[in-house]
Nanobody
Framework: QVRFVESGGGLVHAGESLILSCVAS????????IGWYRQSPGELRKMVAA???????NYADNVKGRFTISKNAAGNTFFLRMNDLKPEDTGVYYC???????WGQGTQVTVSP
């Protein structure tokens, strides 16, 4: 099974940016789609962005236009660039294979007003 290690989180002010990274232990993915998920306090974990093996990306409505998902040429590192961060973006962010989600430690993002 593929394991992901997320990094890049931190404490920022509203309006600032962060870039998250996650590194996969291997590239033999079971899914054609890798997603970034967010678990905000008191809420269920939800996908915020996804990228397919072909490079097609999709976003949750509440991050569209602010977040950009990408991957490196080797296909083993995935990025989430987050611009114009809002307090409601606060949460723990995880990478996982879509439909085969197994959760790592995640990376905490905290956005202060």
């Amino acid at each position: 099974q593929v394991r992901f290690v997320e990094s890049g989180g931190g404490l920022v002010h509203a309006g600032e940016s962060l870039i998250l990274s996650c590194v996969a232990s291997e590239t033999r993915f079971r899914s054609d789609v890798i997603g970034w998920y967010r678990q905000s306090p008191g809420e269920l974990r939800k996908m915020v962005a996804a990228i397919s093996t072909s490079g097609r990306s999709n976003y949750a409505d509440n991050v569209k236009g602010r977040f950009t998902i990408s991957k490196n040429a080797a296909g083993n590192t995935f990025f989430l660039r987050m611009n114009d961060l809002k307090p409601e973006d606060t949460g723990v962010y995880y990478c996982a294979e879509y439909l085969y989600e197994e959760w790592g430690q995640g990376t905490q993002v905290t956005v202060s007003p």
